[in-house]
């Protein structure tokens, strides 16, 4: 084995891997954080280079791409508030306030380290666990799903906010909205036009609802004040407040990690998930929010972690969990090479190769990170009446981009309104958004249960890993039931006792 | 707005259309600029390998112009196949057609676009389905697995895309083959494309499935799953000792095939048909194409058939098993 390893790295650290390495994680970290542009379509403009390169140049450069713009998306997160990918939405609850208090730099180099730190995970747990790893989402069946769906969703109440009634409200908005388009039977609901019929993509429903309503706020309401550029004030990142975080990214980079080896679940949820464990185990839980360090790291150092483990089971089943790795399927076919168990037999060379190539891109990942986000965090020093309508510029290009579809373009101007109407009633847009990602895959594997079952709801119950995630929701479920009620208990007796 | 916005845009077209009706009419240099090839489903699936190899290939016979792949996906791959039909007949947006497109409007009577909406450039290639279980399950025939079906009363399970997709249909024609209800007999349990199906049946969390060999020959090979039955004009090469279910006797069956095409919008200038016949001739030899075709597990038949005679009987079958299973009236 070693000798194999040897070699392996000898076939790997080559100048043209190098290059294609580092080209992939910067224009990825670019491309993510534009919004609108996402690591999809990096990484499908990319694919037709990689029929000329050599196969193991042409899958790290696709790596180094969904790497790079899975991190990107926080830049653009935490300086205007648009999640540059769907997995950073959750790091603007807590990066966008930490920008406007002028600490943007300090939430950028906390994204940085945790993506990094959560980066290397991931691929540490691709080499050594691959196998055993592949093997547990290989039983997790419809109703193990459907389980760990529900316990997700129970991540609602950590993203609420002050209310968690109106985030509740929020999110079976989310659910509802989520349902529009064609069933997983060919039926189709809400379908008003014949666009509808596909239902709703998540980037245009994402940006609409994170970064119209600030745009739309300002031209309501014409602040006087809102000239002023944010400041730029202390950048660094103090050991302490590394040490404070360093919990949760460790945490997040182990729930992206088991997350992102069961196919289909992806960062997004990985990022909501780790943020909501963080805030329910610190001691600043009640900071969440309001612009708190542990919360960008949590979500970064998840939604990072969750790269590396994706291409668990694409590696070791031959099975990819989403479009990313769909597009790294077909680069393997092309180049002869079949993902799966015979991959590790017949090109245990190339497997190495891989491996080893993927472990450095953590490395280039903090280099091109660093540099970017150095030169992006400048845009803070833009006013904000010159900044939001190059952000809408911005916006309305870059959805038209995913699809020529002028479809989208409307999904992302309703949503806007949609999302200036609910920060008017102070309902937040978190828990609508991970609702909306997680609905289909809640109800499909639902419907799926009880087409196995024929109906019988026993099914939910016949493995250890059903049982696990229920007895977690149920749990969950109880422990914010009664911090609500401690709540209302303080609340009735202050008001009784200034009576 | 936009409904406005797009007859102001074909309007516009209209009146560049017969200022340029010229021009093109005598396009001996077609094609001048990129050609933009839609395809219907998502980047890294069958149709869109097929694609972009058809892509990949073509640039070398098309005057050095690139072919730009586009995925425009949704609604059963009908978004894409009616975003190409609502553009002009230029030649210089096309479509990367699968068998849905034929099928879908076989089973939608308000289909968006009708089967014939097109004009035929080509069939590309055949794309065998297989007929698969799990390798621990102890089913080692087709017949054992009908035993299996008839006798478990609708209890197993076989995963596919919808009642209605491809996948679908190569069960429901078996059973229907078989006498027994292509409905109820067996349970369908859907899944969204081809690496989650095969997942479904790797995981055991269905009994078996029918669906495109590209998608389950890793798995064939690997030793993990077993193939019972083709579904092709003949046995693949790849899997010499398994039946094709001509062979075997079924009926429907025998007539379901996976396959990719080459359309157009309708009423396409007769010389840029010529000058796609032209091109796919020469894609038919070139060894990239065939080299590519073969690692996606599928067989290369360009210029073999008439392409509209094909579709048009591809429509059919599948209309009058729809109408068999109950589908539509």
């Known amino acids: 084995m070693w000798n194999e390893l040897l070699y392996a790295f000898e076939a790997v650290a080559t100048l043209p891997n190098f290059i294609a390495m580092a080209a992939g994680i910067w224009g990825g970290v670019i491309i993510g954080a534009i919004p609108g542009m996402t690591g999809t379509m990096a990484v499908t403009l990319a694919l037709p280079f990689t029929f000329y390169l050599p196969p193991v140049t042409s899958i790290l450069l696709l790596v180094a791409l969904y790497k790079g713009s899975t991190y990107g998306g926080s830049i653009s997160a935490i300086l205007i508030k648009t999640p540059g990918t769907a997995s950073a939405a959750c790091t603007v609850l807590d990066g966008y306030p930490l920008a406007q208090q002028g600490k943007g730099g300090k939430a950028l180099n906390m994204a940085l380290v945790s993506s990094c730190i959560g980066d290397f995970i991931s691929n540490i747990s691709l080499f050594f666990l691959a196998m055993p790893l592949a093997m547990f989402a290989l039983r997790v069946g419809p109703p193990e799903y459907f389980m760990l769906m529900a316990f997700s969703l ?257 999904v992302l101007l309703v949503m806007g309104i949609v999302g200036f109407v609910m920060m008017i009633l102070n309902i937040p847009a978190a828990p609508f958004l991970i609702a909306f990602i997680l609905g289909p895959m809640f109800e499909d594997n639902m419907r799926r249960s009880l087409a196995i079952s024929r109906g019988d709801l026993g099914v939910f119950f016949h493995s250890w890993i059903s049982w696990a995630f229920f007895a977690l929701t149920v749990l969950f479920i109880a422990l914010t039931i009664r911090r609500e009620w401690q709540k209302w208990r303080e609340k009735s007796r202050n008001t009784a006792q200034s009576a | ?157 076989y995963a596919a895309s919808g009642p209605t997709a491809i996948d679908g249909f190569t069960v429901q024609a078996l059973l229907a083959d078989a006498d027994l209800d292509p409905l109820s007999a067996s349970t369908l349990v859907p899944y969204k494309g081809g690496s989650a199906l095969a997942a479904a049946l790797l995981g055991g969390h269905v009994d078996f499935l029918a669906i495109a060999a590209g998608s389950l020959m890793p798995h064939i090979e690997a030793g993990k799953m077993r193939a019972l039955m083709v579904y092709a004009p003949k046995r693949m090469d790849a899997l010499p000792d398994v039946p094709t279910a001509k062979e075997l006797g079924y009926n429907l069956a025998g007539q379901v095939d996976g396959w990719s095409a080459l359309f157009a919008p309708k009423d396409l200038p007769e010389d840029i048909v010529a000058k796609w016949k032209d091109i796919l001739s020469n894609v038919a030899t070139n060894d990239q194409w065939l080299d590519l075709a073969k690692k996606r597990g599928s067989v290369s038949v360009v210029g073999d058939q008439d392409p509209a005679a094909f579709v048009k009987s591809q429509y059919e079958l599948y209309n009058g098993m729809a109408k068999k299973f109950g589908y539509i009236q």
């Open chain 2, 1 to 157: 707005m936009f409904r406005q916005l797009k007859k102001a845009a074909t309007f516009a077209a209209a009146v560049l259309a017969t200022t340029t009706l010229v021009s093109t009419a005598q396009a001996a240099d077609y094609p001048e600029k990129a050609i933009t090839l839609v395809v219907p489903y998502g980047a890294g699936g069958a149709s869109d390998l097929a694609g972009r190899a058809l892509a990949e290939t073509a640039r070398n016979y098309t005057n050095e112009q690139p072919v730009v792949v586009v995925n425009k996906t949704g609604n059963g791959g009908m978004n894409g196949a009616r975003y190409v039909t609502e553009q002009k007949p230029d030649g210089y947006t096309l479509l990367l057609s699968r068998v849905g497109m034929a099928l879908y409007p076989a089973v939608y009577t308000d289909s968006p676009v009708a089967w014939d909406d097109y004009t035929f450039l080509g069939i590309l290639e055949s794309t065998p389905m297989i007929l698969a279980v799990n390798a621990n399950s102890d089913i080692k025939t087709v017949e054992e697995l009908l035993a299996k079906i008839k006798s478990s009363n609708g209890a197993t399970t």
């Open chain 1, 154 to 410: 129970t991540i609602v109440a950590s993203i609420s906010g002050r209310s968690l009634v109106l985030g509740i409200i929020s999110a079976c908005l989310g659910l509802l909205l989520a349902t529009v388009g064609e069933d997983i039977y060919g039926s189709f609901r809400f379908a008003v036009t014949e666009d509808m019929k596909s239902g709703l993509g998540v980037v245009p429903v994402l940006i609409g609802l994170f970064a119209l309503p600030e745009l739309i706020k300002m031209i309501v309401f014409r602040p006087e004040d809102n000239n002023a550029a944010m400041k730029l004030g202390d950048n660094r990142l103090t050991m302490a407040e590394f040490r404070g975080s360093v919990k949760s990214i460790l945490r997040g980079s182990v729930i992206g990690v088991i997350l992102g080896a069961i196919p289909g679940i992806g960062p997004s949820t990985a990022a909501f998930f780790s943020y909501s464990e963080a805030r329910r185990t610190s001691k600043n839980g009640d900071k969440f929010g309001e612009g708190e360090l542990e919360g960008v790291a949590a979500s970064e150092s998840a939604n990072n972690g969750c790269c590396g483990a994706t291409m668990i089971p694409l590696l070791a089943l031959g099975v990819p969990g989403d479009v990313i790795t769909g597009v790294m399927l077909g680069a393997f076919m092309i180049h002869g090479l079949t993902p799966g168990p015979l991959l590790f037999q017949n090109n245990i060379g190339e497997v190495y190769s891989l491996f080893i190539g993927i472990l450095f891109s953590s490395v280039f990942l903090f280099v091109a990170g660093k540099l970017t986000a150095g030169a992006f965090a400048k845009i803070s020093r833009i006013p904000q009446t010159l900044l939001l309508p190059c952000i809408l510029v911005l916006c309305v290009f870059g959805i038209y981009s995913i699809g020529a579809s002028p479809f989208d373009v409307s």
